[in-house]
């Protein structure tokens, strides 16, 4: 069992910055990929960001590429995601998830391949 806790978010205005954090607990962290996901109001989730459990690997999707950067401390059993040039389009609840693999080069974006969930943090950005 892994449980995660995120948080980090908030209300801010177009082209301010927020960082999300992700605590883990309950197995290995170092052992698995983690990842970002966002759910905004009558959408499905999505894919934002993923890393590798060493974090020396990293995937974004086209939409936040370049504005957000997603790392972990595994001493710290925690993973960040660092959002810059906010948009009111990135309002959302955004969630971090454990992947079932560890993985070394290759993401996955899917949201069947993660095992885990946090709860979500509100991030509301406005024009």
């Known amino acids: 069992q892994v449980q995660l806790v995120e948080s980090g978010g908030g209300l801010v205005q177009a082209g301010g910055s927020l960082r999300l954090s992700c605590a883990a607990s309950?197995?290995?962290?170092?052992?698995?990929?983690m990842g970002w996901f966002r759910q905004a109001p009558g959408k499905e989730r999505e894919f934002v960001a993923a890393?590798?459990?060493?974090?020396?690997?990293?995937y974004y999707a086209d939409s936040v590429k370049g504005r957000f950067t997603i790392s972990r401390d595994n001493a710290k059993n925690t993973v960040y995601l660092q959002m810059n040039s906010l948009k009111p389009e990135d309002t959302a609840v955004y969630y971090c998830?454990?992947?079932?693999?560890?993985?070394?080069?290759?993401?996955?974006?899917?949201?069947?391949?993660?095992?885990?969930w946090g709860q979500g943090t509100q991030v509301t950005v406005s024009s």
């Open positions: 998830a454990a992947d079932r693999l560890p993985r070394i080069a290759t993401m996955t974006t899917r949201l069947g391949e993660y095992d885990y």
């Open positions: 309950g197995r290995t962290f170092s052992n698995y990929a």
């Open positions: 890393i590798n459990w060493s974090g020396t690997s990293t």
